[in-house]
């Protein structure tokens, strides 16, 4: 029998799992290199952590782990129903209010690890939390695909900790009645990115699809994003909020220190500006996430299900 320590927590509604303690040993490297050992050795942990019948699809898991630099709060890789993420907004904002309910951190800056880099964050005394995420950019803009049954999509490839498909023009009614017809509709668009080896930086997958319109009530913007395993993000995403925040700077739409108000398809909202250093941009994403269990794992050797159903 086998147990991890385990805090759930959601942040605008999309829910993010922590693994306290694990079984694994991914070693003491980069958290690029333990994410690397992690994928080779340890992707059962990963599929009985947050698959059904203990998770489902919409579950973020993250691993914490030791940073190289103990300076630093934490280390974390993020994951999800069917791989590996670069970085997690929202998942960032779940690890420090997880941090803060354990005891471990207090308010001020801390600095997390990633596998794509050091991310600064901010517990605030009202328990939200900033991410300052790291340099994020347009890629390429206005890339038109062709989408069986919907014509022709454009959108913007933009990096943002995870790459990202922007596109405004897409005749698409965002609301939350219509999640099965924009899920359907952005797997086409991300299906029809790889068929057309259309990709990010280095040929890297283009794995969420960010769609959005015009926002109301305060809000900027509205948007609908699909993640990897076709789960939608019920939060604003804050990586997907970084790579369109990327996109407003290189057009000149947003100045730095400007505030952009993100809602997601399910009206949750994320504070959004962005500073320049050199010339790149660095977002910041303020949120907040509300713990909701405690609790271990058990993986019995006995359930033929104790490594999830992928
Ligand atoms: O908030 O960056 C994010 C995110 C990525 C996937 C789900 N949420």
Same mark, same amino acid.
């Given at each position: 029998?086998?147990?991890?320590?385990?805090?759930?927590? &959601?942040?605008?509604?999309? $829910?993010?799992? #922590? *693994?306290?303690?694990?079984? +694994? @040993?991914? !070693?003491?490297?980069?958290?690029?290199?333990?994410?690397?050992?992690?994928?080779?050795?340890?992707?059962?942990?990963?599929?009985?952590?947050?698959?059904?019948?203990?998770?489902?699809?919409?579950?973020?898991?993250?691993?914490?782990?030791?940073?190289?630099?103990?300076?630093?709060?934490?280390?974390?890789?993020?994951?999800?129903?069917?791989?590996?993420?670069?970085?997690?907004?929202?998942?960032?904002?779940?690890?420090?209010?997880?941090?803060?309910?354990?005891?471990?951190?207090?308010?001020?800056? &801390?600095?997390?690890?990633? $596998?794509?880099? #050091? *991310?600064?964050?901010?517990? +605030? @005394?009202? !328990?939200?939390?900033?991410?300052?995420?790291?340099?994020?950019?347009?890629?390429?803009?206005?890339?038109?695909?062709?989408?069986?049954?919907?014509?022709?999509?454009?959108?913007?490839?933009?990096?943002?900790?995870?790459?990202?498909?922007?596109?405004?023009?897409?005749?698409?009614?965002?609301?939350?009645?219509?999640?099965?017809?924009?899920?359907?509709?952005?797997?086409?668009?991300?299906?029809?990115?790889?068929?057309?080896?259309?990709?990010?930086?280095?040929?890297?997958?283009?794995?969420?699809?960010?769609?959005?319109?015009?926002?109301?009530?305060?809000?900027?913007?509205?948007?609908?994003?699909?993640?990897?395993?076709?789960?939608?993000?019920?939060?604003?995403?804050?990586?997907?909020?970084?790579?369109?925040?990327?996109?407003?700077?290189?057009?000149?739409?947003?100045?730095?220190?400007?505030?952009?108000?993100?809602?997601?398809?399910?009206?949750?909202?994320?504070?959004?500006?962005?500073?320049?250093?050199?010339?790149?941009?660095?977002?910041?994403?303020?949120?907040?996430?509300?713990?909701?269990?405690?609790?271990?794992?058990?993986?019995?050797?006995?359930?033929?299900?104790?490594?999830?159903?992928?």
């Amino acid at each position: 029998m086998q147990e991890c320590a385990i805090v759930d927590s &959601h942040t605008g509604g999309e $829910p993010t799992r #922590v *693994v306290i303690a694990s079984p +694994l @040993e991914p !070693g003491f490297g980069s958290l690029a290199e333990r994410l690397q050992v992690f994928r080779e050795r340890y992707d059962w942990f990963r599929s009985a952590v947050v698959n059904e019948p203990r998770g489902s699809e919409i579950i973020v898991g993250a691993l914490l782990c030791e940073p190289q630099d103990p300076s630093y709060s934490a280390g974390v890789i993020f994951f999800n129903n069917v791989g590996y993420l670069g970085m997690c907004g929202h998942g960032t904002i779940g690890v420090m209010t997880t941090l803060a309910y354990l005891g471990r951190i207090k308010p001020g800056r &801390h600095r997390i690890e990633t $596998p794509v880099g #050091v *991310v600064t964050t901010e517990l +605030l @005394e009202d !328990g939200r939390v900033t991410v300052h995420n790291i340099a994020s950019y347009r890629h390429a803009k206005q890339v038109s695909v062709e989408i069986e049954g919907y014509g022709s999509v454009t959108g913007d490839i933009a990096w943002g900790g995870n790459w990202f498909f922007l596109v405004e023009d897409h005749g698409q009614k965002l609301h939350e009645e219509h999640i099965p017809q924009l899920t359907e509709f952005a797997w086409r668009i991300r299906e029809a990115l790889e068929r057309s080896e259309i990709t990010g930086a280095n040929g890297a997958l283009i794995d969420h699809i960010d769609l959005l319109a015009p926002g109301s009530h305060g809000a900027s913007s509205k948007n609908f994003v699909l993640c990897p395993g076709k789960a939608y993000d019920r939060s604003p995403c804050g990586t997907g909020t970084s790579a369109k925040l990327a996109c407003l700077a290189a057009d000149g739409k947003l100045k730095p220190g400007e505030v952009w108000v993100q809602e997601s398809i399910i009206g949750s909202r994320f504070q959004a500006t962005y500073r320049i250093e050199g010339d790149q941009v660095y977002p910041s994403i303020t949120g907040e996430a509300f713990v909701t269990l405690e609790g271990r794992l058990i993986l019995d050797e006995r359930d033929p299900f104790k490594w999830g159903i992928s």
